[in-house]
RNA sequence: GCGGGCGUAGCUCAGUGGUAGAGCGUCACGUUGCCAACGUGAAUGUCGUGGGUUCAAAUCCCAUCGCCCGCUCCA
């Protein structure tokens, strides 16, 4: 299948079963942006569901097989702009653009280098030289929103919409510090809304300007710094295995140098092989950040974002006169008191829940052949989303609507609806209901028979491999359960 | 931002100046003891939006918005 008729099929997919819709559609949509439907909706809340479950909750065990520790955030959208001042946001990343409006050349140059460039027209000037060059005025070309905070609209009101929700924890450091008796090593993670001007929203959602992510900034000692960032990319790497995805479509990639933004010690992207792309796709980046965005807060801020290793300064105790950090630190030199208070090193595990989601369906989408009533092989969409992800766990289906079966299946259905998301179908023939628990990806189906009445079993089916298997209906419960959290095969 | 393609029912699409269509889906009733395209019936569109040309526009022209592809961009 063309990569363009595949993308096509999943996105008539999600919107005909309410996964996912554009924006406003109903007044001509906006470019950029998308709502979640129905379906969509549960899907991407498991999905920040269980990332919060398994990296703040309870996080897999350290490289030394320690426990780690984990707390959660959750910062404003909009903040006191010098916070991207100092992030260098504000400032660093947005070059000042002309663009050239002669009709065969239409180029586009940054104007602080224009000197530097080659005119595509004349190759031996710049551009702006060539007497045919029609250079615009140099414009801003911001990656972040404005707006403006309080009714009055000038210079002194105005403030942005966070680009990344990373600033909020590092402007938080020491609060959550100093309130959450927390040592290092410890991770702080927050899942938010962030938003980019991008210049060019594509491929479905992508690349929006309104985004969310999940984002982990983990503190730790300088001198562990390497191990933690080796650990940080096995174990976000283990976590998209574990919800199902291909180890052949999930690539992690280490940043080049050149590549490499300029605060980072190293990065390694986690990379997936959308179907609309021929190369694969950042999901996530693992960043090693050093102590970059704490010394620049400590910097702008002028507030002391220090942490002191009380461990260490305890430790060596009886090398010293003194057991006061504040008459020691007198006469010594900046190396030795970094020993004892420091900034930590950061790394940071920054994914992103819209891609990991339009992962999760591309993943999930298969076309396959199964037999119909009359063993004649029929084409069937089946999404097998992990039985964890999936936004509808089990469908309860009468057999026939007759002989007390929906009656039965309606109350299974009662007891089971406050527990687990499921759905009640009696409509149409046994198979089309199947076929279309198989479309939006439910996991399993539970039929009440002729035979529920006899012994009280049902069956419950499998929607990868069709199978069937009788058990008691009082064991429908506890065999969905432990069916959602088995290991994807 | 540039270039090309496209926009008609929930979805996929036919319809090139003269009555708005098909398949699937949806809903109702019937049928249906296990894997959709069984029967009967029904609802659904100011043909993306705005303007223009014309006796007459889904169809031609202009603008605009959105989608797709290729560049550009992506701290």
Redesign the pocket.
């Known amino acids: 299948m063309s990569?363009?008729k595949s993308?096509?099929k999943l996105?008539?997919l999600c919107?005909?079963r309410g996964f996912i819709f554009?924006s406003s559609e109903i007044y001509?949509?906006?470019?950029?942006f998308w709502d979640y439907g129905p379906l969509g909706v549960e899907l991407k809340k498991n999905i920040k569901d269980a990332w919060w479950q398994d990296m703040v909750r309870n996080p897999p065990l350290g490289p030394d097989g320690e426990a780690i520790e984990m707390v959660g955030l959750d910062c404003s959208i909009i903040m006191n702009p010098r916070v991207w001042e100092a992030s260098?946001?504000a400032s660093?990343?947005s070059d000042p653009m002309v663009?050239c409006q002669t009709d065969n050349c239409?180029g586009?140059f940054r104007s602080d280098k224009i000197q530097d460039m080659v005119c595509p027209l004349k190759p031996s000037k710049c551009p702006g030289q060539f007497e045919k060059c029609q250079l615009t005025e140099a414009r801003q070309f911001n990656?972040m929103f404005q707006t403006y905070v309080g009714a009055v609209q000038d210079s002194s009101s105005m403030a942005y919409l966070r680009?990344?929700t990373a600033q909020g924890i590092f402007a938080n450091f020491k609060n959550v510090l100093d309130s959450s008796r927390l040592k290092l090593p410890f991770g702080i993670a927050q899942i938010g809304k962030a938003f980019?001007n991008?210049?060019?929203?594509?491929?479905?959602t992508f690349?929006s300007r309104e985004f969310e992510q999940m984002e982990i900034e983990f503190f730790c000692h300088p001198q562990d710094s390497m191990k933690w960032y080796q650990w940080w990319r096995e174990t976000r790497l283990n976590w998209y295995s574990s919800l199902g995805i291909r180890s052949e479509k999930l690539l992690p990639r280490e940043q080049e140098k050149e590549e490499l933004?300029?605060y980072s010690i190293g990065t390694t992207d986690i990379e997936y092989l959308f179907p609309?792309a021929s190369t694969p796709q950042e999901l996530e980046g693992v960043a090693h950040r050093g102590n970059y965005d704490l010394t620049q807060h400590q910097l702008h801020s002028k507030q002391d974002l220090t942490y002191f290793d009380e461990e260490s300064w305890e430790k060596d105790k009886a090398n010293r006169v003194t057991n006061s950090f504040r008459e020691w630190v007198k006469d010594k030199s900046a190396e030795e008191i970094s020993k004892y208070q420091f900034l930590p090193h950061v790394i940071e595990p920054s994914a992103g829940a819209d891609r990991f989601t339009l992962a999760v369906l591309c993943e999930a989408y298969y076309e396959d052949k199964?037999?119909?009533?009359k063993g004649v092989l029929?084409?069937?969409?089946v999404m097998k989303f992990h039985p964890r992800l999936a936004p509808i766990k089990a469908a309860i289906l009468p057999?026939?609507?007759?002989?007390g079966m929906p009656e039965k299946a309606m109350k299974l259905f009662k007891e089971l609806k406050p527990h687990l998301p499921i759905y009640f179908d009696d409509?149409?023939?046994?198979?089309?209901r199947?076929?279309?628990q198989d479309e939006i990806g439910t996991p399993f189906c539970i039929?009440i028979?002729?035979q529920t009445n006899q012994d009280s079993t049902v069956?419950i089916?499998d929607r990868d491999s069709?199978e069937?298997i009788r058990i008691p209906i009082d064991r429908v419960h506890h065999e969905i359960t432990t069916r959602l959290t088995a290991k994807p095969k």
Do not use: W
């Open positions: 990569k363009e993308m096509e996105t008539s919107k005909r554009q001509g949509g906006i470019n950029g260098g946001h660093g990343f663009d239409k586009r990656l680009p990344e980019r991008e210049i060019n929203p594509r491929n479905y690349r933004a300029h609309f199964q037999p119909d009533e029929q084409e069937r969409v057999l026939v609507n007759k002989d409509k149409g023939a046994i198979g089309r199947y076929r279309r039929t028979d002729g069956t089916r069709l069937q």
